[in-house]
């Protein structure tokens, strides 16, 4: 089969190049390019699929786009671009692979076969950088500036990845956790790949506010990555194979809920049903699976916390992308929030925008990423806040480095909905 026509030909015939998506568009704000619009590109993709042009025509505009789907929320004629997009980027990515050489075949093998999605690499990842943090390596690589011998963008993202916790500690978690009251809920916690290597704090506070809201928590071992990062890299045959292994071990579970705690993992596990939908085996039991699948935040907003800690500081909000245009969860974080004693909340304007991380956008294209999130900065500082509240990993990192980009690391702090809620709690790590 020909490669175009594996493109979403007939889902561009919805859009009437009416220009709606236009100011929704992160890029095309920042770019200032057709072609960088979300019309612009459905437009090359259907050229592309008519062999008006050749595929190279589609690489940087695809590659550019932050996949935020804000575009979909003011389309006025329901244009799927995320399904477009999706076969825009398998497409190309298959191209990539035919030509690839083999030192990056061998690299893309290492990142999403040996890391995301087996959990024993992604801890022993987890470990070294322990011992980097621990050892005052890391403190030393800065003050003698050899960290700048790497790529600006891995340099950057150094400074703000969190403190991570020892093995011995990582170790201590139980798979069932029973609240100690009444049981509520029967939730089985979605853990993630990146999510629990790098911020094991937020998973377990996560399951801490589980728990003192009533729910029995499980962890099932098992699971495995969402597929989010393969998925969005154009790799949609290993996403299948990551969801069909989620899939069979929570199946495995009777429980009310799978929560997880990251706004692009949600959205994934929410679109199993779509990414499944021409395997007749699977897709009912995807859709099953994905009607299950809640963020934490909707379920806390189920919940009585005990939210008596009062904390008297402005806050900002910063959404996952993801986790509202996907989703659909906007106003649940919102009154988790407004529900806190002493908070004084300040929107802030253009708070749909993206915030430039989309995955591994900010680090694949780390120029571009800057850009719009300066340009996001631009509006977190007019609230003037104390703490930029996120609801997924990727967000927290960009805020934080926005935050240093910005010089306010004295003033303004970066913390996860989860982190602000256990702390009215009275929750602490460990």
């Given amino acids: 089969m020909n490669d175009v026509e594996n493109l979403a030909y007939n889902e561009t015939f919805s859009c009437v190049q009416c220009g709606y998506c236009l100011p929704a568009c992160p890029t095309y704000k920042t770019m200032k390019k057709e072609t960088h619009s979300p019309r612009g590109r459905i437009n090359l993709v259907k050229m592309a699929a008519e062999g008006k042009i050749p595929l190279e025509k589609l690489m940087e505009p695809i590659d550019l786009c932050l996949g935020c789907r804000a575009c979909e929320r003011v389309c006025p004629t329901n244009v799927q671009y995320g399904t477009i997009l999706e076969s825009a980027k398998e497409v190309l990515q298959r191209n990539r692979t035919k030509n690839m050489p083999f030192i990056g075949k061998a690299v893309k093998n290492l990142l999403y076969k040996q890391l995301f999605p087996k959990k024993q690499n992604l801890t022993m990842a ?8 621990k050892t005052g390596m890391k403190s030393a690589a800065h003050s003698t500036k050899l960290i700048n011998i790497l790529p600006e963008n891995l340099a950057a993202f150094d400074k703000v990845i969190p403190e ?19 049981v509520k809920y029967r939730v089985a916690f979605f853990t993630g790949c990146v999510m629990d290597a790098v911020f094991h704090k937020i998973n377990e506070l996560s399951i801490k506010l589980l728990r003192a809201g009533g729910c029995e928590v499980t962890i099932i071992p098992e699971q495995t990555c969402c597929g989010a990062l393969h998925s969005h890299s154009g790799e949609t045959e290993m996403a299948k194979e990551l969801a069909k292994k989620n899939i069979a071990v929570f199946e495995n579970e009777t429980f009310d809920f799978l929560v997880n705690n990251a706004g692009g993992c949600g959205a994934m596990l929410n679109e199993y049903g779509h990414l499944l939908k021409d395997e007749p085996e699977w897709r009912e039991r995807a859709q099953k699976f994905a009607k299950k699948s809640i963020d934490i935040s909707v379920i806390l907003s189920k919940l009585e916390l005990p939210l008596k800690k009062e904390i008297n500081k402005t806050v900002t909000y910063q959404p996952s992308c993801h986790m509202k245009n996907v989703q659909k969860v906007e106003k649940e974080p919102l009154a988790l929030i407004a529900s806190i004693k002493g908070l004084s909340l300040k929107r802030m304007e253009n708070e749909h925008m993206c915030c430039g991380s989309a995955g591994i956008y900010n680090i694949v294209n780390y120029k571009e990423s800057m850009i719009i999130l300066d340009d996001k900065m631009i509006d977190v500082k007019k609230t003037e806040p104390d703490l930029i509240v996120t609801t997924n990993p990727g ?8 935050i240093n980009r910005e010089k306010l690391t004295e003033q303004t702090k970066a913390i996860h909905l989860v982190e602000l809620l256990a702390e009215s709690c009275g929750l602490s790590y460990p």
């Fill in 126 to 133: 987890s470990h070294l950088l322990w011992f980097y943090q």
């Fill in 164 to 182: 991570l916790p020892s093995p011995a500690l990582r170790n201590t978690r139980l798979q069932t956790l029973k609240p100690d009251g009444d």
């Fill in 395 to 402: 967000c927290l990192l960009q805020m934080k480095l926005g």
